[in-house]
């Protein structure tokens, strides 16, 4: 469908739980509550498996990846470690693989790995085993930690690798958020903002459709009804609070 055909069917599911007793919502509204709930069906899916063959049918066309190089890398906060940082829009890391050069005081002396493997750790598994031969990172595998930086809104990862080698570059397989769905208006003006960032005043002749698989988009429509249901029926809270308060 469409961001048009889905603003259609919202309005049908909308009027019909509502029995055409609420007052209708404008074009960014219906955006709106389109865009939070094909936010919240993703997450869902992520969270539920996202590795089973359905979901991955509906998260496929938000995968990609980013190389990041060590060039574009800080010093970390552990010994042997770097800092990478995510695209903001990126969510749900799927795999990620390493490129390292080693030393000339390394075993294997001045020699290039690729396709090395990353394995995600926390902050226990590090002080546990980070001297332990066995587990701790070699010219095989790498470890990551996941730290966001919740002020930064950044999603920063720190990749620890083996003494007597070097970080060349990762490659990071990750989702993307979807962009925003946006119903073309042709009122839309300077005044109406963006959704997600995505202004508004670009689809006055043009919609911003679903990015996901169609046979999701029932779906996002039958969450955005309950959403502007909900919001109807916090507003009627809202106001009947406010009149007992007066009294």
């Not at 009027?15 to 865009?35: C, H, Q, V």
């Not at 938000?62 to 060590?70: F, R, V, Y």
């Amino acid at each position: 469908m469409t961001a048009t055909e889905m603003g259609y069917e919202f309005d049908v599911g909308y009027d019909r739980i509502t029995n055409f007793d609420a007052p209708g919502y404008t074009s960014k509204e219906k955006s709106t509550f389109l865009t939070k709930a094909q936010e919240s069906l993703v997450k869902d899916v992520y969270n539920g498996n996202a590795f089973v063959e359905e979901n991955k049918r509906i998260l496929g066309r938000l995968k990609t990846s980013s190389e990041i190089l060590a060039a574009a890398m800080a010093a970390g906060p552990y010994t042997n470690s770097r800092w990478a940082t995510l695209p903001t829009t990126a969510f749900g890391v799927i795999n990620e693989v390493a490129v390292l050069t080693t030393n000339s005081s390394h075993f294997y002396a001045s020699t290039a790995f690729s396709d090395v493997r990353v394995k995600p750790v926390d902050d226990d598994y590090y002080h546990l085993n980070i001297n332990n031969p066995y587990k701790k990172p070699n010219h095989t595998k790498i470890w990551r930690l996941d730290i966001g930086d919740i002020i930064n809104e950044l999603h920063k990862l720190v990749y620890i690798i083996e003494a007597n080698t070097t970080l060349t570059s990762i490659r990071v397989y990750h989702y993307l958020k979807p962009a925003p769905i946006i119903i073309e208006d042709s009122t839309y003006g300077a005044g109406d903002g963006s959704i997600d960032g995505v202004s508004l005043t670009s689809f006055t002749a043009a919609n911003l459709d679903c990015v996901l698989n169609k046979i999701t988009h029932r779906e996002i429509v039958d969450r955005a009804v309950k959403l502007a249901y909900a919001a109807l029926q916090d507003e009627k809270g809202f106001q009947i609070s406010s009149v007992q308060e007066q009294k």
